[in-house]
């Protein structure tokens, strides 16, 4: 099973790319868009590049459980994206990994444009090798 992780932005998105076989991810990016038109079509041509089974996007959650707006944005992208494509979507927890991915890429001494340009990147592998684990 190959696995698409979204951790979605209002201007960039992370993607990364897993599998079950390796029980991780080994692929994973960033990229900005103008338009959700334009990022589910972006969606749709890796889906189709990768031969993906699955989509894992992730949901931001606060603290205490609570929605945020910004879950109520990912909850209708997710909609949206359901309506375009037939693969399962599952929509998982992703509080913290903004915050992990960011310290991860501080670690590996990345400057402070390259971590804010890239760690949705690294919070998309976050939440597939989550998802991985919990399916294996």
Do not use: C
């Not at 992780?5 to 390796?22: M, P, V």
């Not at 080994?26 to 972006?42: N, V």
């Not at 509080?95 to 890429?105: F, G, H, Y």
């Amino acid at each position: 099973m190959k696995v698409l992780g979204i951790d979605y932005g209002k201007k960039n998105i992370g993607f990364a790319i897993g599998t079950s076989i390796l029980g991780n991810s080994s692929t994973f990016f960033s990229e900005s868009y103008k338009s959700k038109k334009s990022l589910i079509l972006r969606i749709l041509k890796i889906i189709d590049e990768w031969e993906i089974n699955e989509l894992v996007i992730g949901l931001p959650l606060n603290m205490d459980d609570s929605e945020s707006e910004m879950s109520k944005e990912v909850r209708e992208f997710s909609k949206i994206l359901s309506e375009a494509i037939n693969i399962n979507i599952h929509l998982v927890d992703e509080r913290l990994t903004t915050v992990e991915a960011k310290s991860i890429l501080k670690e590996q001494n990345k400057k402070i444009d390259y971590i804010d340009n890239e760690n949705h990147g690294v919070a998309a592998k976050l939440i597939v090798d989550s998802f991985l684990r919990e399916k294996i």
